[in-house]
């Protein structure tokens, strides 16, 4: 009888240990399933929104035509070189004549023996300025100037735009590229908290790794809210950037993997000192300022007005001419002539530190440029590779049962920061590209607005 006892507790426990096994089994089998349905379902929604949103998508040379088009500040800039053309006008004009007409009665005071007849006088007077042409040139040269500084001005005002709308075009790239890392790992912790749950539910795994799973899920959660958020802050700016010329929906056909290329830092330097819009724009305003100088010692010289006067009474008619001369004995425009002098050194000095920071900005955007790119050369070369292999391996021992969910966590982590850097890296790379563009004004023209 205890041996009958024996045999149906020994048969009972097996059968409860093939269930049990039945079970991991079957559970085995639907995590893997469900594991390829996941990795399928992101690429083939992938692809659906890629070719919907083929449609859409713009390169960075579009976006910025279409910035440079839309924003104000362009116009505003372009503005200001009809204004300096409309004073070349101005001072290119001659000067006008002045006509005075006098006319009136005639009353004797005396017997009309004497003074003969009388009646009304009329006397035309006309003056006609005569000026200096060594003025009127230096004035005309000096509005020339300022039209050629508020063209450069112009240039700069595009290059800095298009600057702008290129690393915020990137930083919306690199934003998507991180909602799209976290969620992945959001992903993956969810898969994991799964299957912790089960084994939870079969005894096989104590409460507490639950709980730890429970506080990761919510961490990459979290995360992946923030990145998507980040990622439409960086679309908004884009949006603002362009004047609301962009549609909410677009997307960017680029990639942080883009290629850079660019000549050697020499060459750049020379090229840079050559057709820098802001070293322009101060060339400009110096010749203006020497122009001034010039304008203010010829206005010293005296200046002439022609004279004309026709007198008409009832007895006589008479014309005179004569000549008008201004000179400047007493006060020589000493105080002018020092203004426009301190303001083209003000202007020199001005040039020659820009000239210096310019080629200190070149230095720096080329020496970031060399080091975002090793970066990438770096994290490229195998660091990235061999993060995902630990994790893949202790993905599979996890799986196993030979590794905790902590050797899990802890790889994904380390994957994690190596990806993040990655894409930092890259998206310095390409700002650093963008900073060089903008110091040689390297962006495509816009279509004009007619």
Known sequence: MIISETIQKGLVQTYRLSLLLLSLILIFAATLVSA????????????????EKSAQALKIDKLQQL????????????????????????????????????????????????????????????SQPIENPFLRSARIGSAEALVDAREANL??????????????????????????????????????????????DVGETARFELIRADTEVLGAENRMEAARLNAERARVALIQLTAGALQSGFEIDASLSDPVEFPPLETLQKE?????????????????????????????????????????????????AGVNVEIPLFYRRRGQIDNAIYDSARIRDTLEYRRFEISQLLESAWQAL?????????????????????????????????????????????????????????????????????LRANYPEEQPIE
């Open 272 to 320: 840079i000192a050559l057709i820098n819009p802001d070293i322009q724009r101060l060339e400009a305003e110096q010749n203006s300022a020497d122009q001034r100088i010039s304008q203010e010692k010829a206005s010293v010289l005296p200046s002439l007005n022609i004279l004309f006067s026709n007198f008409q009474d009832k007895q006589f008619t008479s014309n005179a």
């Open 370 to 438: 060399k080091i975002a790119k090793r970066r990438v050369e770096m994290f490229e070369g195998g660091i990235v590779t061999e993060a995902e292999l630990a994790l893949s391996i202790a993905q599979t021992a996890y799986r196993l049962g030979e590794r905790g969910f902590m050797e899990v966590l802890d790889t994904q982590r380390v994957l994690r920061g190596v990806l993040a850097d990655l894409l930092q890296a890259r998206f310095e790379l390409q700002s650093a590209a963008a900073e060089i563009d903008r």
């Open 36 to 51: 390829e349905e996941s990795a399928q379902a992101p690429t083939f929604a992938a692809t659906l929104s890629s070719a």
């Open 67 to 126: 910035g440079l088009q839309a924003n104000g500040l362009v116009r505003a800039a372009r503005s200001q070189i009809d204004i300096a053309e409309a004073n070349v006008v101005s001072a290119s004009a001659f000067l006008n004549p002045k006509v005075t007409v006098i006319a009136g009665n005639h009353k004797r005071r005396l017997p009309l023996e004497v003074t003969g007849p009388s009646g009304t006088v009329r006397e035309i007077l006309v």
């Open 155 to 200: 240039d700069q005002v595009r290059a800095d735009l298009a600057a702008q709308l290129r690393v915020r075009a990137y930083e919306m790239i690199l934003r998507q590229e991180q909602a799209q890392m976290e969620t992945s790992i959001y992903d993956l912790m969810k898969e994991i908290q799964r299957r912790i749950k089960v084994s939870v």
